[in-house]
């Protein structure tokens, strides 16, 4: 059995190595340099940092091109100064949870390399090949008017191989055994040196059958168990953290019906209605994907987000629901991506407005489930439109107003730096927010340190709670007889909300404010009036009398 659900009340805070702080001076961020910033990161009140990858790659499509599994990429550092990095976590109280990137890996890796010249080494089944072209191989294209095909064509193996991504990622063939088993070694090395478990990518690319043959998509859901068990056996508390942007239908076979699968999923689901209800102030999607979502194993949980590295996939959208979003918040074709998404980052989109952008991140902290704040967000940083495809949204930390933000002494950085326009480091960075209390960045300090003091959204159970109007959201989570109740107004206008909050067990009928000293008296109906600003949010405790005496106490 695992031994702590550690990951239920967690902030997650994603962050790419060479983005975030460079110490030597060399352009590119590393691990010394990252390590330097743990006190901030913990001041923040992140309690798991979660690293996109950092092992050796040719680096053609942000280190998700692994060219060797077992290392740090030498821009980085090295393996001692993971340790180091791990260390220094350990110490604060930090967990470290890394990308785990095995549906494919570079066309540099040696296992593909010796693969494509030796028709008889043991790696050549390690990918997935065909004599000729297969007529499916325009299907199932995930970067539509980048990538034109699955299969490419090798000139020294004369085969085609299988690449669900780029043509430079060959296919892992995980059906594979000795993949699988490689798979597993990998996960073993790295929580050997620290980690408390996975982001995996991709993963119903990797459990899917692959090949020439294949015509219909066919999951191997008992490889997750593997996964899972083998987490489990080397460091019980360790996890899986799975990108799969699936249907509500499918799942419980990920989580597993007994809870035997994945530990955790991003809510993709979720996530793109919650962008049509910003752009619309139409809850409706929402509390419909809230619903279908909501069935999981009592190990499971969501993972909630915003933005992160990629795109906004709006591909489970309706069509007029994603025009709707596309009109709201990436207007210009410039500002989408694949003809399903947006590649802007969330303080653009939302136009810099600060009541959109608490409100926005209000509501992913009160969403069923764990919060992953991805770095920058927690300033408001922008993005940069010039560069290409998802890079745009993937520039270095802007930590000071100093040259290239206080990122590093190199004049050239491996990436730039946003140095102009609103969103510039001379506007947007950490040291000027640090110095006003009203910045986005102590904002966001004080909402984290709510969050983890109300544990009863990351465990307990939720109902959505009538408004009686579809542009305020309000929910209601019960855990050990106590109740929570959050209430978001997505219009531009105020309103105001008569609520019964319905919680179970004996309580007092009084909403303690849990963000101000606004608490709310039932009327002799029994329902609460509550006075909502445009994009107005309010955090109550249903029935807080004996919270506000402990408090008085305190």
Known sequence: MIKDLWYKNAIVYCLSVGTYMDSNGDGVGDFEGLARR??????????T????????SP????????????NVDPRYGTLGDFVEFTHGCHQRGIRVIIDLVVNHTSDQHPWFQEARQDPKSKYRDWYVWADRKPANAGDGIVFPGVQDSTWTRDAVAKKYYFHRFYEFQPDLNTANPHVQAEILKIMGFWLQLGVSGFRMDAVPFVIAKKGAEVEKPQEQFDMLRTFREFLQWRKGDAIILAEANILPKDDMAYFGE??????????FQVNQSLFYALASADTGPLTKALKATKPRPATGQWGQFLRNHDELDLGRLSEKQRQAVFAAFGPDKSMQLYDRGIRRRLAPMLQGDRRRLELAYSLM???????VLRYGDEIGMGDDLSLPERECARTPMQWSDEPEAGFTRSGVPHKPVIASGPYGYEHV???????????????MERIIRMRKEVPEIGWGDFEVVDTGRPDVLALRYDWRENSVLVVHNLSAEACEVAIDPGAAGAHDGLLVNLLSDDHSRPEDSGRHSILLEPYGYRWFRVGGLDYLLRRSEI
Request: aromatic share 12%.
């Open 38 to 47: 743990l006190d901030y990161i913990q001041g923040l009140g992140a309690t």
């Open 49 to 56: 940092i979660w690293l996109m990858p950092f092992q050796p």
């Open 59 to 70: 680096g053609r499509d942000n280190g998700y091109d692994v060219s060797d599994y077992y």
């Open 258 to 267: 007994d809870g035997d699968r994945m530990h955790m999923m991003f809510n």
């Open 365 to 371: 902290m009160t969403l069923p489930g764990t919060p």
């Open 429 to 443: 960075n950490v040291a000027r927010q640090r110095r006003d209390p009203q910045s986005m960045l102590n904002w």
